[in-house]
């Protein structure tokens, strides 16, 4: 919100080049209502952030709260109540399509914004076209790669896989970095060094501040990544993890231990498909072309990560790599002022920067005409 409020000064049109029929210039006004649907996994977070850019632009807002998690929105709700007019931010609850299907049709909501599965942002899409020409962007999934080049600092690369992993939310974050691609000089170490990691977390109730992980969202969440991990035995070699912890603190609730798959065919759907779970997979390369190529070849292009001293070998995967985002030396991070988005089939526009604030305006240019025409 600070970021927003201090960029709101931006919303500026332009003054074109005088000519000699008059004064031609832009301005940016607001689309009146917007709509935001907002996923399970980071419900709070995403309920506040994505009513800044729309706010600051001038909008009202209906926000639609997530199925599985719809409390921690309430409060923000709560907060919007105490400092803004009625009105301004309603939020709305529901299970199943019509909640979200009813924004995205709704003739007077001409801006929606979407983060979660590509499956419902596709719906979204196809919904909002049904009924007139909608402003729709969408940040959907992500299958990240992690590239260790071999001459990387394995141990610091490790840290950064499993850190941008994002385990204390149990794997669900479209950011997570869950494809790790290692060159054939450090695979063998690279294997173990993820085993080791991975099971040494401790996993625990989520109010527990000595857990490291907590459960998956739901019943139905835990089936889908146990199915997807079921065939990832078939594909690959599980490495660790694959079931719910043991103890009897784990046979209630919706658990899965932390999982590691190596010596993963690129072409498995292990390797393609977003398991928004605690799932790592381990995949081998030997030159740069081949890690391009497997980096690229899922249908998403979120974030990637690379590691490496050589600026050369830096910049040529930066650009290489289809990915909207593309960490070097690092992973997961958000930078304050730097636009966030992917991809291929994981998104369509950008957040977190100017380029969100202004796609919340519709630009209107003015010609004003004195003179002889």
Same mark, same amino acid.
């Given at each position: ?34 709509? %935001? ?213 784990? %046979? ?67 650009? %290489? ?53």
């Amino acid at each position: 919100f600070d970021f927003f409020c201090g960029l709101a000064s931006e919303m500026k049109g332009d003054t074109l080049p005088r000519l000699s029929s008059g004064l031609h210039f832009s301005m940016r006004q607001p689309y009146g209502v917007v709509g %935001r649907i907002v996923p399970f996994n980071h419900p709070f977070m995403f309920a506040a952030a994505n009513l800044a850019a729309p706010l600051i632009a001038g909008n009202s807002v209906v926000m639609k709260t997530p199925e599985t998690s719809p409390l921690s929105a309430t409060v923000v709700a709560d907060i919007c109540n105490e400092v803004l007019p009625a009105g301004v931010v309603n939020m709305i609850s529901g299970y199943g399509l019509p909640a979200g299907d009813t924004i995205a049709r709704h003739p007077l909501i001409r801006r929606i914004g979407f983060t979660g599965s590509i499956g419902t942002g596709l719906a979204i899409q196809k919904a909002a076209a049904e009924t007139c020409v909608k402003h729709v962007s969408l940040e959907l999934g992500g299958k990240n790669a992690l590239i260790i080049c071999p001459d990387a600092d394995l141990a610091e690369a490790i840290n950064a896989a499993v850190a941008g992993m994002n385990f204390a939310w149990a794997g669900q974050s479209c950011g997570s970095t869950s494809r790790i691609l290692v060159h054939e000089d450090h695979y063998d170490s690279a294997v173990a060094m993820l085993a080791e990691r991975l099971s040494a977390i401790k996993v625990g109730d989520a109010m527990d501040y000595a857990s490291q992980m907590g459960p998956l969202n739901s019943a139905a969440h835990l089936a889908r990544v146990t199915e997807l991990i079921e065939t990832g035995k078939t594909e690959a070699r599980l490495v660790t993890g694959g079931c719910a912890p043991d103890g009897d603190q784990f %046979r209630r609730g919706f658990w899965m231990a932390p999982t590691l798959f190596a010596d993963v065919p690129g072409g498995s759907s292990i390797a393609q498909k977003e398991v928004f779970g605690p799932v790592m997979t381990v995949q081998k390369w030997s030159n740069l072309d081949q890690a391009i190529a497997i980096a690229n070849s899922v249908e998403y292009g979120l974030t990637a990560s690379v590691f490496t001293p050589n600026i050369t070998t830096a910049i040529t995967l930066a650009e %290489r790599l289809d990915a909207g985002v593309v960490h070097i030396n690092g992973s997961k991070m958000h930078y304050v002022g730097s636009s966030f988005g992917g991809t291929k089939n994981s998104g369509l526009g950008s957040e977190e920067g100017l380029e969100e604030l202004l796609s919340y305006t519709q630009s209107k240019t003015v010609h004003i005409s004195h003179g002889q025409q």
